[in-house]
């Protein structure tokens, strides 16, 4: 089936440690996303990426990394720096470009992180 | 800068009832607009998205919305609400500029039929 693989589910990260989520697509997508969902907060743009070797901050970038060296998976560290990065991690694709395909984004299952 | 508003946090609807869940946009110039459906624990999954065209769109589950320019919303409608429809729903926007995906997402209603 076609769709986004998020992994673990589940996360538990100590104080001081980086941890990092995986996130795999095979709708051959070129674009990716990393959001992160608060409660009453909404979604919020952490990460994006277009193609593969580039990707920009959103609004939420500070104390997170990501690296795109293949199409199909786009990794999201969250590292030390993050001070409170217990949430619910959304990745997402869609196709790139303009125009009135209106660029539908397709989400993952999502992974929840907690901070023990 | 675009912005999105869900005025409610929680909607409750008898079953069988009408529902409508508000959301009202800002963007520069004409807009993208989404709604997306969110069940616990479990991801976002696109319900339907206004581009062009008729202002009345359908989308999956009995769900249609409607773009009023002048108003500035798109509010999500459906004739007959389920006990299954209960889930936080989520209203997104984008501007017709540039080439990214970028979405942004209101804070989210949380719709609740009861039998």
């Known amino acids: 089936d076609g769709g986004i693989t998020q992994s673990p589910k589940y996360l538990f990260r100590k104080e001081g440690q980086n941890v990092t989520l995986s996130c795999e697509q095979n709708?051959?997508?070129?674009?990716m996303y990393w959001y992160r969902q608060d409660p009453g907060q909404g979604l919020r743009l952490i990460y994006y990426?277009?193609?593969?070797?580039?990707?920009q901050k959103g609004d939420i970038a500070e104390g997170y990394s990501v690296s795109r060296e293949k199409k199909e998976s786009f990794p999201l560290t969250v590292t030390s720096a993050q001070k409170n990065p217990t949430a619910f991690y959304l990745c997402?694709?869609?196709?790139?470009?303009?125009?009135?395909?209106?660029?539908?984004?397709?989400f993952g299952e999502g992974s929840w992180l907690t901070v023990v | 800068a675009q912005s999105v508003a869900q005025p409610e946090d929680q909607v409750n609807v008898a079953e069988g009832n009408p529902l409508t869940v508000k959301c009202t946009y800002s963007?520069?110039?004409?807009?993208?607009l989404f709604w997306y459906v969110q069940y616990p624990n479990r991801g976002l999954q696109f319900l339907l998205k206004?581009?062009?065209?008729?202002?009345l769109v359908k989308g999956s589950y009995g769900f249609e919305a409607e773009f009023n320019k002048s108003q500035t919303s798109f509010h999500l409608k459906k004739p007959s609400a389920l006990v299954s429809d209960s889930a936080l729903y989520f209203c997104?926007?984008?501007?017709?500029?540039?080439?990214?995906?970028?979405?942004?997402f209101g804070t989210g209603t949380r719709l609740q039929v009861t039998l």
């Open positions: 206004y581009i062009t065209g008729d202002n």
């Open positions: 990426s277009q193609i593969v070797n580039d990707f």
């Open positions: 997402a694709s869609s196709h790139p470009g303009r125009g009135v395909s209106g660029n539908t984004i397709y």
């Open positions: 997104a926007v984008r501007d017709r500029s540039g080439t990214a995906s970028k979405l942004t």
């Open positions: 963007v520069s110039g004409n807009p993208y």
């Open positions: 709708l051959n997508h070129d674009a």
